[in-house]
Nanobody
Framework: VQLQASGGGLVQAGGSLRLSCAAS????????VGWFRQAPGKEREFVAA????????NYEDSVKGRFIISRDNVQNTAYLEMNNLKPEDTAVYYC??????????????WGQGTLVTVSS
């Protein structure tokens, strides 16, 4: 199983980025997908999650109204659209596959992370 996160980069505050998480080696339509992030010197934290069918989503409070998680089960890819980015969103973003939830233990498969840097 491989999850490949991409789309990170440097953006100014107020800008937008779209992260992608491409899955292989797994029946993608059967797994939930979560996004987590780890800022420098901090623990990895939950950002957003989406159920296998895409019907259910969940967001961490600080990203509600700014981030949108989605998925395309034909393309075996999940997305995290990030709008109105803030410097505090700077982190390495990881996608994970498993049961939908806010805990890292809910997920069996992890991608390698993509760095998002938001300048003020």
């Amino acid at each position: 199983v491989q999850l490949q996160a991409s789309g990170g980069g440097l953006v100014q505050a107020g800008g937008s980025l779209r992260l992608s998480c491409a899955a292989s080696g797994v029946t993608f339509e059967y797994i939930g997908v979560g996004w987590f992030r780890q800022a420098p010197g901090k623990e990895r934290e939950f950002v957003a999650a989406i159920s296998s069918t895409g019907v259910r989503t969940n967001y961490e409070d600080s990203v509600k109204g700014r981030f949108i998680i989605s998925r395309d089960n034909v393309q075996n890819t999940a997305y995290l659209e990030m709008n109105n980015l803030k410097p505090e969103d700077t982190a390495v973003y990881y996608c994970a596959g498993g049961s939908i939830g806010t805990l890292q233990e809910n997920y069996r498969f992890w991608g390698q992370g993509t760095l998002v840097t938001v300048s003020s």
